[in-house]
Nanobody, 126 residues
Framework: QVQLVESGGGLVHAGDSLTLSCAVSGGTFENYAMGWFRQALGEDREFVAAIHWSDGATYYADFVEGRFTISRDRTKNMVYLEMAGLKPEDSALYYC???????????????????WGQGTQVIVSS
C-alpha cells in the first residue's frame, strides 16, 4: 500500500521560506505523478504543484507565481515543495498526493489522485 508522510510545516513570518517534504513508500512510482495540494480553513482543497516521477516535468497553480518549486529525489523516494516569499494567504494544511496515471490534463484535479498523506500545517503570520 502506498503511503505518503508529509513534514516540514510550521509557523513563519510573511516573506519567509519553508520547505515541505513528503516521504513516499509502498510501491514503484515510475508512472506516477506526485502533487501538493492545500486546504485553508473553510475552503476547498486546491492544487498547488505536481511533478512526474519519471522525467521530472513540473506543473504549478497560477497563484504560485514562481514562488514555489516542486522536486523529487528518486533515490530517497522523497517529494519536496520549496516555498519562498510566503504570504498569509498561503496558510493552509498542505497535502502530498500520488496519482498512478499521471495524465497531464487532470493533474490539477483532486479526484485524479489515488493516495494522500495526512497533511502538514503551514501558518504564515503578517
Amino acid at each position: 500500500q502506498v503511503q505518503l508522510v508529509e513534514s516540514g510545516g510550521g509557523l513563519v513570518h510573511a516573506g519567509d521560506s519553508l520547505t515541505l517534504s513528503c516521504a513516499v513508500s509502498g510501491g514503484t512510482f515510475e508512472n506516477y505523478a506526485m502533487g501538493w495540494f492545500r486546504q485553508a480553513l473553510g475552503e476547498d482543497r486546491e492544487f498547488v504543484a505536481a511533478i512526474h516521477w519519471s522525467d521530472g516535468a513540473t506543473y504549478y497553480a497560477d497563484f504560485v507565481e514562481g514562488r514555489f518549486t516542486i522536486s523529487r529525489d528518486r533515490t530517497k523516494n522523497m517529494v519536496y515543495l520549496e516555498m519562498a516569499g510566503l504570504k498569509p494567504e498561503d496558510s493552509a494544511l498542505y497535502y502530498c498526493a500520488a496519482d498512478r496515471h499521471a495524465l497531464v490534463r487532470v493533474l490539477t484535479r483532486r479526484g485524479a489522485y489515488d493516495y494522500w498523506g495526512q497533511g502538514t500545517q503551514v501558518i504564515v503570520s503578517s
